[in-house]
Nanobody, 121 residues
Framework: QVQLVESGGGLQQPGGSLRLSCAAS????????MNWYRRAPGKERELVAS???????MYADSVKGRFTISRDNAKNTVYLQMNSLKPEDTAVYYC???????????????WGQGTRVTVSS
């Protein structure tokens, strides 16, 4: 069994910062790409940021220069540092990762349950 558990969401004022964490646990052999998605009220889910196992990153245009994705491979954890928050960043943020289980032959895609971020004054 593999689980992804997010933490760090909450209420923040515009211009403020939050740091999200997502820890993977269970019978894990290796983790490939780790991602952060979000779903804002009334909108479709969108990819916010992605980080490969080697550390290369990509960002949605809407968050470039404000958000930073990073990972700690020893802890099987991915982070999302969110600065200069805007009301339009309000959403439920989901962690997503491609994980190979111990004894498994292929990578499978897993999702966390989400953490809510609200940006409002």
């Amino acid at each position: 069994q593999v689980q992804l558990v997010e933490s760090g969401g909450g209420l923040q004022q515009p211009g403020g910062s939050l740091r999200l964490s997502c820890a993977a646990s269970g019978n894990i052999f290796s983790i490939n790409t780790m991602n952060w998605y979000r779903r804002a009220p009334g909108k479709e889910r969108e990819l916010v940021a992605s980080i490969a196992s080697g550390g290369s990153t990509m960002y949605a245009d809407s968050v470039k220069g404000r958000f930073t994705i990073s990972r700690d491979n020893a802890k099987n954890t991915v982070y999302l540092q969110m600065n200069s928050l805007k009301p339009e960043d309000t959403a439920v943020y989901y962690c997503n990762a491609d994980i190979r289980r111990g004894g498994g032959a292929a990578y499978m895609n897993y999702w966390g349950q989400g953490t809510r971020v609200t940006v409002s004054s």
